[in-house]
């Protein structure tokens, strides 16, 4: 049984480039959710993905957008990167029905902005 | 919205001490958990604890629903428990807010 799966695991991008992350979710899993963790801080919810829409949605800027495919695997795209945007972003997968069930992270994508 | 707030904030023990992490929060949840952030980033699953009592080896976690806060307890630690501890609540859909984090360095 796959987890959840991350890619790329490392990049480095210059100020001001456009960046994408994929992720896909684990095996029987329909909601896929993005975090950005900085440096010695919890991760902070992006957004989250659901029937290939955006449910839901933290208090990010619109530089920060998403896909979901029709086999659940989604894409994280940030334009116009900041310096502040380097972090690491992970992936969380779960149902979306019967709220309240385990969440799994996938191992996440370390963004380096130069 | 909901505040989670997680103690101590550092952790230092020698190996096969016991250790107990905490956490508060602000609002009635239907989903808390709590998660090992290895130093290579990866979150780990350790418990789903809305409520109650759970024990996984070491590890056990109890969640008093009522009265808004959690418990992570690690027994017998070894150096490959170091790392950080986040709690992490949610609501009805998923969306979890993680306090800031128990840093345990267990030294050999």
């Known amino acids: 049984d796959a987890g959840v799966t991350q890619s790329p695991t490392h990049l480095i991008k210059t100020r001001g480039q456009q960046v994408t992350l994929r992720c896909s979710p684990k095996?029987?899993?329909?909601?896929v959710s993005w975090y950005q963790q900085a440096l010695g801080q919890g991760p902070q919810f992006i957004f989250q993905?659901?029937?290939?829409?955006?449910?839901q949605r933290g208090n990010f800027p619109d530089r920060f957008s998403g896909h979901q495919f029709p086999n659940y695997s989604s894409e994280l795209n940030v334009n116009a990167l900041l310096l502040g945007d380097s972090a690491l972003y992970l992936c969380a997968s779960s149902f979306m029905t019967g709220a309240g069930n385990t969440i799994y992270f996938g191992e996440g994508s370390w963004l380096t902005v130069v | 919205g909901i505040q989670v707030e997680q103690s101590p904030p550092d952790l230092i023990l020698q190996e096969g001490a016991n250790s107990t992490l905490r956490c508060n929060f602000s609002?009635?949840?239907?989903?808390l958990q709590w998660f090992h952030q290895n130093p290579w980033g990866q979150l780990i699953n350790l418990f789903y604890?809305?409520?109650g009592t759970k024990q996984n080896g070491r590890l056990s976690a109890t969640t008093v629903a009522t009265e808004r806060y959690s418990l992570l307890y690690i027994s017998s630690s070894q150096t490959t428990d170091s790392g950080v501890y986040f709690c992490a609540i949610g609501g009805a859909t998923n969306k979890l807010i993680f306090g800031t984090g128990t840093l345990l360095a267990v030294q050999p």
């Open positions: 609002d009635s949840v239907n989903n």
């Open positions: 993905y659901y029937e290939e829409e955006e449910r």
């Open positions: 095996s029987g899993h329909d909601t």
């Open positions: 604890i809305p409520s």
